[in-house]
Structures are given as C-alpha cells and as structure tokens.
C-alpha cells in the first residue's frame, strides 16, 4: 500500500515538471485550479508537524445575556482553538474562510505550524459560521465587513480576556485566509482606532478584492452544471454514482486518500465537473450560514416566522431549500433589504462597494504592517482583481504561480513563508 | 466525593435519557406568543429537487437518539475516554488499539469468506496469523508492511453484497450511525464473536472469568471510542444530521458493492 501511495505521489509531482524551470522552481504539484482547490496539498508535500500541541478548546460567552433558540441547543458559546507557549511569545490570530470552523483543516495547519515556530496561537470560526452567527454576532446577520469586524474584535478581547492570566504574551500579530483575509484587513483597521491589540503584522492569503465579485465568480461554477445551479442536486448524484462505480472497478480497500488520489489521476471528473462540485460544496456551507442567520433574527426567510424548533424537529425542507438558494438570493432578499432599513437610501451598488478592500485601499496601501500571499490562477480572482493586489501590495505580495483557491495553503514553502513573515 | 460526583453524572444521563427521548412533546407544549407567518421561501417551490435524500422514515427517533449520543459522550463517554488517555501512555494506547484490531480480523474473516472473496480471505487470515503470533497477539502489526493491506468487512456489507438494500437509516444508542441493515449485520457478528468466544473461554479456568471478560468488554469499548474521532454536534453545522446520514449511507452503499443507480 505504501508503495502504491509512493508511485502516486511521484507521478503528481512528476507531472508538471517542465513548467518548472519557468516559475522559479515552486514545486506545488497541482497545475488546475480547481484541481487544486480541491486536492489540496498532498501529505507528502507538507511539512513536518507537531504531533502533540499543547492546546485548549475555548468557549466563549460573548454575549451573556442572549438567549439562544432550542434547536441550538447544543451551542454552548464561541468556540476557539487556543495553542499555547510555557513561555513569553507573540499571539496569532487566525480566521478562517467562508464556512470555516475554529478546527478547519488549513486553519488547524497554520495553528501548528506557528506554534512549532514558537508563537502562541487562537483560530476563530469565520463569521459566516453558525457558531459564530449564533454566539458572537451581533446582528446574526453576517457578510458585511465592517460588522463582521466588529464582532470579531469583541470576540478576540473575549478570548484575550479568558487567556491573558495564563500566557504571556510580547505582541500581538493576526492572519485569515479567503473572506478571512479581508475581514482580517478590517480587523486591524478598526484596531488602529481601537488599540487594544496593536497588531504588528497582518497576513493575508488568497483574499478577495470584492466579496460580491468574488462570489458571482463561485456562483458562476454552478452554471457550468448541466441544467444550471437549479439541477445540483441531479448533477451531484450524478457524480457520486460516476465515484462509486469507479470505487467497484478499481478494486480499491476503502475510500481513503489513495482512492481520492486516483481519481484525480484518472481525471474521473472534467473541469466543468470539478468546476461544479466546488460550486456545490459552497452552497453547502451557505445553506448552513442562511439558516442558522434566519432562526437568529426570526426574519421568515426559510423558517415560517415566529416557529420554534425544537431539538428534534425535522430539518430536512430547511436543508432542501436552503441549498437551493443562491448568494444572490441571500444578498437581495435578505442582506439588503436589512442594510436599507439601517441607512435609508443606500443602494445596492453603494452596499457592494463597501464590501470591498477598495474601500479601505488608502489605508492598506500605506500601511507596512500588511503581507498578501495568492496565487496567479486562483479562481476567485478576475485578472484586473489580481492586477489590483499587485499594486496595491506591491513589495508586500507574494504571487505563486499555481495553488488555485487556498490549494496550496498547507504546502511546505507557503506555510515557511507565513511563519517567516510572523516572524520578521 | 467521587462516589457522589460519578452519582450525579448518572442521575444526570438518566434525565438527559429521558429528556431527549420526550424532548418533542416538551418543547411543543410551549406554543408561540405569536401566530406564525409563512417563509418567504418554503420546500413547495424546491419540491422536485432531491438532494441528499436518504430513506430516513424515523427521523424523529433517529434525532432524539442522536441527541442521547451527545450527553452519552458528554457525560460518560468522553469523560472516560479522557482519563484513560491521561493514565495510559501513547504507546500503551496504540497496542491496546492493535489487540482489538487484531480480534477484529476474525469478523473481517467469516465476512469475507461470506462473500466467497477468496484472495481477501486469505490476506485476512494471513493477517491474523501473522499479527497473532509474530505480532506478539495483535500489539504490533507488521502484517501490513509485509504487504498484506486490511480488508474491513462485517455481515451488514455481506448483507449488502449479497443485495439487501440498506432499510431505512437508524441511529444505534453508543454505536451511532446505522442502518436497518446494519444493525442485523451487527447483531450477527456480535452473535458469532460471543460463539466463538464461549467456546474458547479463555478465562474457564481462573475462577474470575465473568470479571475478567466485563473487563475486556469494557476495555474495548472505551478503546471504541477512543479511536473515533467523530464528536456529535462538534461542526457545528445546523444540518449536519442529514451530511453524517448521507455520507454513512453512500460510503456503506459504495463500499458494499453495490452500485448506485444511475438515474
């Protein structure tokens, strides 16, 4: 077995050898960008990791007075992943992507790699996670920047406050990647005024410029679906039966990353599928973030308004009608119309443009605390929106020249080079 | 003190038992202050778009007994597993992990050997051989870097091989995830493993037999749960019912050998 995963591993990194020389040597594998977003970094590529991190689960009661609805039950407070140092250390936080919990997969690789470089670190769940809507957002209605900033600066006290009698800390730093790269850029921009962290360095990777922008960009994946973003369900099993009877042909053991390694190889799936399936995925963890807003504010979008959920009451409609909803959806129907009633006269155009690192460009331009890490081919990007970073970071950008949408997060150069910035 | 705390804990998963059971009934008598008004968008518009569907009929139950899980690993379970992490070293851990395993090569037999896979069965009896004795009982598992790759297999996805379809989904209290199917399959090898095991009897003779097997049986429950990772409710997900329902479902169904139907 050992074996076959060794020879898959060598063709991987064998196949775009000749692109090599032209890109400097940057040995991440994986050309595609939706590949790559999907495969991620292969576990040999990474670096070594810490087995053991000494770590806590935090839970945090930012908001002490809110009642929470019966079908959250379970939720008990914010949670946090906090790694700590027996000695005096720089503090990271980190934020995660759309959809991201505290314990994400690339948030938990950052988490180690930094603490093996001797900082202290605590990841937060990105604001569009329902732990987050439920517990630490202050309208439960999440996507704008400049809230979202907020409630993350209330909630990195709220740990600050939990943890400072147990560490000690020299400064403090901050990091997110995809949209918590750009609430990061806010963050530290409210903390100019605020000062409670005085940030020394922020790290943004693969961010978008504009959050409408770059979500018609994933929208549009679904329309590479045959049929369209209505037909996912269709589409998605679709897909399943190709992956089983590739499983049954292939004499495999289990579906385990040997398997998940061959049907990359095999290209099982076409581009538009690949394509699709993240488009898929996304609308999964938006489903998540519109349902647990609309039980939080009771606004009727999904749920029948004033209806209380019990612990085990069926969700299954919710979760069929969720999915089917689009970004746009959320943004005109739901997100909108609640910024309106706030600022009267406030159009749409005006909304999308403040959801924008544009609109706080002054500030990142000349600000030398800022480092930006993405990629050359990362979807999520428009070539003039790749041209903007490149201006507006200018020296401060780092530019791979493959990786995708985060793809290339967790390998080993681009992890060296977040630590190294944290560092310098 | 302990005593009382570990009295409590059970009083405690004894209502929690009770509560999530009739915590339908409960909730429901508490009618809204205010009349409810339809959603802006509801399932009648999105009525021919399967997503995910399961044959899932006693959902209720299955949601009630997936909450009973939650305060069994919360109050029980974790909370031994926890210790048992803290008092056993790492390596001491991972042999106790490799015994189980290795008793486990015995279903995984009978299972393919149900399912006439010949090679398989000999690779798992292999196996077994060779972890039972150079393996020193199962502790070690040098059967793997010899190249002979373990085949998981149980008399649910012999069920399955054989075509049975899957029954409707079911939440097993401590086991979790399940099927109809499933939890035939799983009723039957617990019925050959005790066979086997009284006619064995490894303990007859010491005089201590029924402490000593408690103990084992324990012990591999706690190593159960020790290796599975999965922690009810933990990603937070609102619907992460329905994901862990559909990917047991279609990694049982694929794994099973059974084809999906291709619409």
């Not at chain 1, 770590?55 to 379970?74: G, I």
């Not at chain 1, 140092?85 to 959809?99: R, S």
Request: glycine share 8%.
């Amino acid at each position: 077995m050992i074996t076959v995963k060794i020879v898959l591993i060598a063709c991987l990194v064998l196949l775009p050898m000749p692109s090599f020389a032209a890109d400097g040597g940057y040995g991440y594998p994986i050309p595609g960008t939706y590949e790559a977003t999907i495969m991620g970094t292969p576990a040999a590529l990474m670096p070594t990791l810490p087995a053991h991190v000494r770590t806590r689960q935090l839970v945090l009661d930012v908001f002490p007075d809110r009642e929470k609805p019966p079908v959250f039950f379970y939720d008990e407070g914010l949670h946090c992943t906090f790694a700590y140092q027996t000695h005096k250390a720089p503090l990271v936080f980190l934020i995660g992507g759309a959809g991201a919990s505290d314990q994400a997969d690339r948030l938990i690789t950052m988490m180690k790699a930094l603490y093996q470089a001797g900082f202290h670190v605590i990841t937060l769940p990105s604001p569009t996670h329902a732990n987050f809507i439920i517990s630490a957002s202050k309208s439960s209605i999440p996507g704008d920047l400049t809230e979202d900033a907020n409630d993350l600066y209330r909630a990195m006290e709220t740990a600050w406050n939990k943890v400072k009698g147990d560490i000690e800390v020299s400064e403090f730093e901050l990091g997110g990647y995809s949209l918590g790269a750009s609430q990061a850029a806010f963050v530290a921009k409210l903390d100019e005024d605020r000062r409670v962290f005085n940030f020394r360095k922020v790290l943004m990777i693969n961010p978008p410029v504009s959050l409408y922008g770059s979500a018609n960009r994933i929208e549009g994946l679904l329309t590479q679906i045959p049929g369209g973003a209505k037909k996912q369900g269709i589409f998605f099993n679709r897909m399943l039966s190709k992956f089983s009877q590739f499983y049954r042909y292939g004499n495999f053991v289990s579906i385990n990353e040997d398997f998940l390694y061959s049907v990359y190889l095999e290209k099982l799936f076409t581009r538009q599928e690949t394509a699709g399936l993240i488009g898929v995925s996304y609308r999964l963890g938006l489903a998540g973030m519109i349902f647990a807003s609309d039980v939080m504010t009771n606004s009727g979008y999904v749920v029948p308004k004033n209806r209380v959920l019990s612990p085990t009451d069926s969700l299954f409609d919710y979760f069929l009608v969720s999915t089917h909803l689009s970004f746009y959806d959320y943004y005109n129907e739901y997100f909108y119309p609640y910024f309106l009633k706030q600022h009267p006269g406030l159009t749409k155009q005006e909304l999308i443009e403040s959801e924008s690192l544009r609109s706080i460009e002054g500030y990142l331009r000349s600000s030398t605390k800022f480092g930006m890490m993405t990629n050359e081919n990362d979807f999520i990007l428009s070539k003039d929106d790749l041209e903007y970073l490149k201006q507006l970071f200018g020296e401060r950008a780092k530019i791979y020249p493959r990786g995708g949408h985060l793809g290339n997060l967790e390998y080993k150069d681009n992890l060296a080079y977040m630590v190294n910035f944290f560092k310098l | 003190m302990s005593f009382s705390r570990c009295n409590a804990r059970l009083t405690i998963l004894a209502m929690m038992l009770a509560l999530s059971l009739c915590g339908c009934a409960a909730t429901m008598v508490t009618s809204p202050a205010e009349a409810e008004v339809p959603a802006r968008h509801s399932i009648s518009e999105f009525r021919d778009q399967d997503f995910a569907v399961v044959a899932d009929p006693w959902e209720g139950f299955n949601r009630s007994m997936y909450r009973f899980n939650f305060y069994l690993d919360k109050y029980l379970l974790l909370p031994v597993v926890k210790s048992y992490e803290f008092v056993t070293p790492t390596f001491l851990q991972a042999r106790v992990s490799g015994f189980y395993s290795n008793l486990g090569e015995v279903r995984n037999l009978t299972n393919s050997m149900f399912q006439l896979k010949g090679k398989e069965s000999a690779t798992t009896l292999g196996r077994f051989v060779t972890n039972s004795t150079v393996g020193l009982g199962g502790l070690f598992d040098p059967a793997t870097s010899f190249g002979l790759a373990r085949h998981d297999q149980d008399f649910g996805k012999t069920l399955g091989y054989w075509g049975a379809g899957s029954g409707p989904y079911l939440i097993l209290p401590f086991f979790g995830p399940s099927s109809l199917r499933d939890t035939s399959g799983l009723a039957v090898d617990s019925g050959i493993n005790y066979a086997i095991y009284t006619a064995i009897d490894p303990f007859g003779n010491t005089g201590n037999s029924f402490a000593i097997n408690t103990g084992i049986m324990t012990l591999e429950g706690i190593d159960a749960r020790h290796r599975q990772s999965f922690r009810y409710y933990e990603s937070g997900y609102p619907f992460e019912y329905y994901m862990v329902r559909f990917i047991y479902h279609e990694k049982r169904e694929i794994e099973s050998g059974r084809p999906l139907p291709v619409e």
